[in-house]
């Protein structure tokens, strides 16, 4: 079974930089794994960040970006402002149309 | 703008059938792109399920495959998750979705599903 793993919660200060990775079981993440970030509130659904590893959604705020970093997929957020306090997954496509999502990291900002 | 709903009944008893249905707007399924289910129990993270094609071809998420049933109507512009022999694990909010091939970009609302006699 594919395993995709996050960090289970990360803490920045306001104004701040942070870096959240997703790794897979499988080895390293190349970017034909189409790296997707999504950011969820409490009560919300998931909303899209950032897909096939860097490009932004129209409505991605410029703070967030993507990358790969060490054989991992990576969100940076730089600036943090307190209304990125939240949960965020990676999701990560595999053959065969399988999609996985990581169990997600909650991000605080303290 | 491409707008999902789901509907569906809220509460389903143990080893019966869940069964959902994502209203489509905005957009019309027979032009293109996968349609998805996706899950999330309650304070836990999120699970793909699986997606259908307009023309009806499938994918699955291994764990659940024998039980999921998805299919689509397009004179109707909606998809519908079927999942039999339900248990408490399988309570959670089910989403429904856009799926490309390169990312998942418009969700429904979500609706919770509750698994109990």
């Known amino acids: 079974q594919t395993v995709v793993t996050q960090e289970p919660s990360l803490t920045v200060s306001p104004g701040g930089a942070v870096t959240l990775t997703c790794a897979s079981s499988?080895?390293?993440?190349?970017?034909?794994?189409?790296p997707n970030w999504f950011q969820q509130k409490p009560g919300q659904a998931p909303r899209p960040l950032i897909y096939s590893t860097s490009n932004k959604h129209s409505w991605t705020p410029a703070r967030f970006s993507g990358s790969l970093l060490g054989g991992k997929a990576a969100l940076t957020l730089s600036g943090v402002q307190p209304e990125d306090e939240a949960d965020y997954y990676c999701?990560?496509?595999?053959?065969?149309?399988?999609?996985?999502f990581g169990g997600g990291t909650k991000l605080t900002v303290l | 703008q491409v707008q999902l709903q789901e509907s569906g009944p809220g509460l389903v008893k143990p080893s019966e059938t869940l069964s959902l249905t994502c209203a489509v707007s905005g957009y019309s399924i027979s032009s293109g792109f996968h349609w998805g289910w996706i899950r999330q129990p309650p304070r836990k993270g999120l699970e793909w399920i699986g997606s259908i094609h307009h023309s009806g071809s499938t994918n699955h998420n291994p764990s659940l495959k024998s039980r999921v049933t998805i299919s689509v109507d397009t004179s109707k512009n909606h998809f519908s998750l079927k999942l039999s022999s339900v248990t408490a694990a399988d309570t959670a909010v089910y989403y429904c979705?856009?799926?490309?091939?390169?990312?998942?970009?418009?969700w429904g609302q979500g609706t919770l599903v509750t698994v109990s006699a």
């Open positions: 499988t080895g390293t993440v190349t970017s034909g794994y189409f």
């Open positions: 999701l990560l496509y595999y053959a065969g149309g399988r999609l996985v």
């Open positions: 979705a856009r799926v490309l091939t390169n990312t998942v970009d418009y």
